[in-house]
């Protein structure tokens, strides 16, 4: 079982329209991030979120941690095409052996002018 | 300040052959994990080093092992590959901490034939 769900899997949209990508869990983290990646390229940080009910916004883009701090979404205002790219979230997960960066599947946006 | 670097950047191997990745972290940076990704699928976590030791590791089988050094770069060392190896291997530094951001290297593409 997949400890982030993100859908839509794929996302083909029009420039100028609106959309939400959403990342689900039944865990509680103490932290999420977001992360975009372009092809032949490693994911780039976007936000993290830390408060549960916490709103960030950075530029066009507005994230969302939930009150329970279980899941997130990203929604993108009048999305442009530099916008196509792979969106990943992420939260960091702690068990007796260590602590790793967990990723769910992304979210693949395609938009075209 | 200079970035994760990775390297190669593309290689292919024969079914049965052993490889190594390695990675340079970014300056300062103590921990370095290793992420596996297929296309159009999110990172999987393979394992992470913190000052030379293993420090979690994901549901990966023995045949990948790992070494962090005094300077804090890593090599990923898969043996007996298989045809299932072909992915993007990723590496990322990050200072520690659970909100630690992590930066990532452009990827090493690995085709096993």
């Known amino acids: 079982t997949q400890l982030l769900e993100q859908s839509p899997q794929f996302l083909s949209i029009q420039e100028g329209e609106n959309l939400t990508v959403y990342c689900n869990s039944s865990?509680?983290?103490?932290?999420l991030q977001w992360y975009r990646q372009e092809p032949g390229e490693g994911p780039v940080l976007l936000v993290t979120?830390?408060?549960?009910?916490e709103v960030k916004k950075l530029k066009r883009l507005t994230f969302q941690f939930g009150d329970a701090r279980k899941d997130s979404s990203l929604h993108i205002t009048a999305a442009q095409t530099g916008d196509t790219g792979l969106y990943l979230c992420?939260?960091?997960?702690?068990?007796?052996?260590?602590?790793?960066?967990?990723f769910g599947k992304g979210t693949t946006l395609s938009v075209s002018s | 300040e200079t970035g994760v670097t990775q390297s190669p950047t593309h290689l292919i191997k024969t079914r049965g052959q052993q490889v190594t990745l390695r990675c340079s972290s970014q300056s300062g940076h103590n921990t370095v994990s290793w992420y596996q990704q297929a296309l159009g699928q999110g990172p999987q976590f393979i394992f992470q080093y913190y000052r030379e030791e293993e420090n979690g590791r994901g549901n990966f089988p023995p045949r990948f092992s790992g070494l962090q050094f005094p300077n804090y770069s890593s090599e990923l060392n898969v043996n007996a590959l298989e045809l299932d190896d072909s992915a993007l291997y990723l590496c990322?530094?990050?200072?520690?901490?659970?909100?630690?951001?992590?930066?990532f290297g452009q990827g090493t593409r690995l085709t096993v034939v």
């Open positions: 979120v830390v408060t549960g009910g």
């Open positions: 865990s509680v983290f103490s932290s």
């Open positions: 992420a939260a960091h997960v702690t068990n007796q052996a260590g602590t790793a960066l967990i």
């Open positions: 990322a530094s990050s200072g520690g901490g659970l909100s630690a951001e992590a930066f």
